[in-house]
């Protein structure tokens, strides 16, 4: 990847002088999902598979950047001082543009333009977080040339920021985290409430993690993931009409069926639903994953999936048949949509020496029953974003 990036760096730029070189990683979620903005736990870690950058100075205010992922919009030219707003147009260049904003926005003075050139190996828009994984790149780039030595909290934050107020995705904190703190062969839980975090061994034994991407296109996926932020909003204001509580992470399962009842929706009751009881799975998870119990970790993430699509109404046919496929295939010990949902991906615990006939067996039944072809990926956990 970065040899084929350097020679299009040089081929756009010319010989730039000194380069560097930084990767952010995508993340895959393995339990903990629409739990972020609930303020509950998640459970993700880093994929080797992200966003490479080939980064040179230039001695004037300007910042070209090309991806070679989006080839068709050539070169997308700033000003390192022009006022950054969002036009579409400027598709994925919108999330560098966020990023400088919210570091000029917190008085940090850009003294020189950079050429940057982009190119990513996760696939876009399947939940696997290629977005979050740019915005973390562009940090960890500012913050390195220009030697801010900002925290990677911050940047963290500033990278939700950008998702939430420059792109309009009221997205949690998780893809940003993993993608930032994330290190080899751990997964990490994350309280989203307190931002506490401790990294668990991925001690799998002779199991492996298959993601499958359905390759169904995410539609609408970002103004029903809205709808669902402002559902779980508005079930927590109703039992804040008795609980002192300020997520709905705050309460176990118990509290919540007891006072249920406050919400009136019917819906918003089953988004809640979903939160509170996947707060308490993946808490479970891990615990399971510590004891060594593989089997009970498994079935925490089926029960994840049916919650998702019973209770919070992501999934849809084509993430639905790639789990039951899944389910149904006996190296499977778990399988459960992964990221926003409304298409993306599937994570799956497969045993290794069966991983070939699952990905032929899933892959069949899939392309039978939705026309589309899935795409298999054995998972290797990778670490945060770094300067390489
Ligand atoms: C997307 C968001 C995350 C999280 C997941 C669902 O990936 O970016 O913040 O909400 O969906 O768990």
Request: hydrophobic share 40%; charged share 20%; proline share 2%.
């Amino acid at each position: 990847m970065h040899a084929q990036l350097n020679s299009t760096h040089q081929q756009l730029f010319g010989n730039a002088g000194e380069l560097f070189k930084f990767f952010a990683p995508g993340r895959v979620n393995l339990i903990g999902e629409h739990t972020d903005y609930n303020g509950g736990h998640v459970f993700p870690c880093a994929l080797d598979k992200g966003t490479y950058a080939i980064v040179s100075i230039r001695n004037d205010n300007k910042i070209k950047l090309y991806s070679t992922n989006f080839s068709k919009i050539g070169i997308v030219e700033l000003e390192v001082n022009q006022k950054f707003t969002h036009e579409p147009q400027h598709d994925w260049a919108n999330y560098v543009k966020g990023m400088y904003k919210i570091f000029l926005d917190n008085g940090y003075k850009i003294s020189h333009g950079l050429n940057i050139t982009i190119g990513g190996n996760i696939p876009n828009g399947a939940g696997l977080s290629s977005s979050a994984s740019l915005e973390i790149l562009i940090a960890t780039i500012l913050n390195y040339i220009y030697k801010f030595n900002i925290d990677p909290v911050t940047l963290i934050k500033w990278g939700q920021n950008v998702e939430n107020n420059f792109i309009g995705v009221n997205s949690g904190i998780m893809d940003q985290f993993a993608s930032m703190m994330s290190i080899e062969n751990h997964a990490m839980l994350l309280n989203c409430s307190t931002l506490d975090y401790i990294y668990a061994p991925l001690n799998l034994n002779e199991y492996i993690i298959i993601i499958a991407n359905t390759n169904k296109r995410r539609g609408l996926a970002d103004s029903k993931y809205n709808e669902r932020v402002l559902e779980c909003q508005t079930a927590l204001k109703q039992l804040q009409q008795k609980l002192d509580i300020k997520t709905l992470g705050d309460i176990n399962s118990d509290t919540f069926l007891a006072n249920e009842y406050l919400i009136t929706n019917p819906i918003h009751r089953l988004r809640a639903h979903h939160a509170v009881f996947e707060n308490q799975r993946t808490k479970d998870a891990v615990i399971a994953l510590k004891n060594n119990d593989l089997i009970t970790f498994g079935l925490l993430m089926n029960e994840s999936h049916i919650s998702l699509r019973d209770n919070y109404a992501v999934t849809g046919i084509e993430l639905d048949t790639l789990v039951e496929a899944a389910w149904n295939e006996p190296s499977t010990l778990g399988a459960r949509m992964t990221g926003a949902g409304f298409g993306g991906c599937t994570v799956n615990i497969v045993h290794k020496q069966m991983a070939d006939s699952f990905i032929h067996n899933v892959g069949k039944i899939y392309t039978e029953k939705t026309g589309l072809c899935a795409d298999f990926y054995i998972a290797n956990v990778g670490k945060g974003a770094h300067a390489l």
